[in-house]
């Protein structure tokens, strides 16, 4: 593993703890020496955790569309920035620099980015770790929502548990080292599955 993808907020939260604990990743992928790959904001968490990298020594690089470039929000003072022409065209290409995905809190964006890349790893088109890290509680009430679809059968049970949630940073580097990917079908039902050929 050389880089980590961080999915975040755009904006900082309302408690102080979010700041706080995207400091605290960020200063830890420097000192992993891994390079953060992040969507090239300057706000929010983004620019929080592209900061604490920086400022422990590590490379980022940021991957912005065009559009939010003209915003302003795009940050000036990293590794390498990379302005691409859409929202699609950054996630493809995010997808290709890095080799694990985490998500901060955040809004929208953060969870269309991470469930992507964990439909392309269910789909067999990636195999590279996916984890929620967890603030303040913040993705517990995502973890019942993933529970549920296990429950009602929309989701295979080991594709559930082949994402890791939780709030230890020493925790999540070591399951981001030692991932394996499931090899559960996608498919509740082969004979189902068979029919629909």
């Known amino acids: 593993m050389k880089s980590i993808c961080v999915y ?12 706080e604990r995207a400091i605290a990743l960020g200063t830890r992928i420097a000192k992993e020496k891994l390079t953060l790959i992040y969507g090239g904001g300057n706000v929010g968490l983004m620019g929080i955790v592209a900061d604490a990298v ?9 991957v912005i569309p065009a559009q939010l470039v003209n915003w302003e929000v795009a940050h000036d003072g990293l590794t390498r920035l ?8 950054r996630k493809a290409r995010m997808f290709d620099l890095a080799d694990a995905f985490v998500a901060l809190p955040g809004g929208f964006g953060t969870l269309d980015e991470m469930f992507e890349m964990l439909t392309w790893r269910q789909l067999g088109l990636g195999d590279k770790p996916c984890a929620f890290f967890d ?15 296990v429950a009602e059968r929309f ?17 999540l580097f ?17 004979k189902r599955r068979r029919e629909l050929r």
């Open 174 to 190: 070591s399951w981001l080292r030692a991932y394996e990917p499931a090899q559960a079908s996608k498919w509740m039902d082969e």
């Open 135 to 149: 603030v303040d509680g913040f993705y517990e009430p995502l973890m019942a929502m993933l529970d549920r679809m």
């Open 54 to 62: 920086l400022e422990a020594g590590g490379e980022v690089v940021g």
């Open 82 to 89: 990379e302005v691409v022409e859409s929202m699609h065209e």
């Open 8 to 19: 975040c907020g755009s904006n900082s939260g309302n408690k102080p703890v979010y700041a």
């Open 155 to 171: 989701l295979h049970a080991d594709q559930r548990t082949d994402l890791w949630h939780g709030d230890d940073i020493d925790a």
